[in-house]
């Protein structure tokens, strides 16, 4: 029996078992859901809610890494 009640989202196991196998990157895959439960759904559905804050998440978590991989001194090289 479907579970129709069930989030369309995955736990973040999951989601990693799917993106190795499927070869996808996570933050597109949340933009394209996010568009489609806007439409399916509505701007108020909570899933759409959920997938745009996972989505806030992500640009922040992307931001941090980022930081924390530049250089202080140039660019790095070995001049």
Same mark, same amino acid.
């Not at 736990?11 to 070869?23: A, D, F, P, S, V």
């Not at 996972?54 to 202080?72: T, V």
């Given at each position: 029996?479907?579970?129709?009640?069930?989030?369309? #989202?995955?736990? !973040?196991?999951?989601?990693?078992?799917? &993106? *190795?196998? @499927?070869?996808? /990157?996570?933050?597109?895959?949340?933009?394209? @859901?996010?568009?489609? @439960?806007?439409?399916a759904? !509505? #701007?108020?559905?909570?899933?759409? /809610? *959920?997938?745009?804050? &996972?989505? &806030?998440?992500?640009?922040? &978590?992307?931001? @941090?890494h980022?930081?924390? #991989?530049?250089?202080?001194? /140039?660019?790095? /090289?070995?001049?």
């Amino acid at each position: 029996v479907e579970d129709f009640g069930a989030p369309f #989202h995955l736990c !973040g196991i999951c989601l990693r078992k799917l &993106q *190795w196998r @499927l070869g996808f /990157g996570v933050e597109e895959r949340y933009r394209r @859901l996010e568009g489609v @439960l806007r439409i399916a759904l !509505g #701007h108020t559905s909570s899933e759409a /809610g *959920w997938v745009k804050r &996972q989505l &806030q998440y992500i640009s922040k &978590q992307s931001a @941090l890494h980022n930081e924390d #991989h530049e250089y202080p001194f /140039g660019d790095g /090289g070995d001049d």
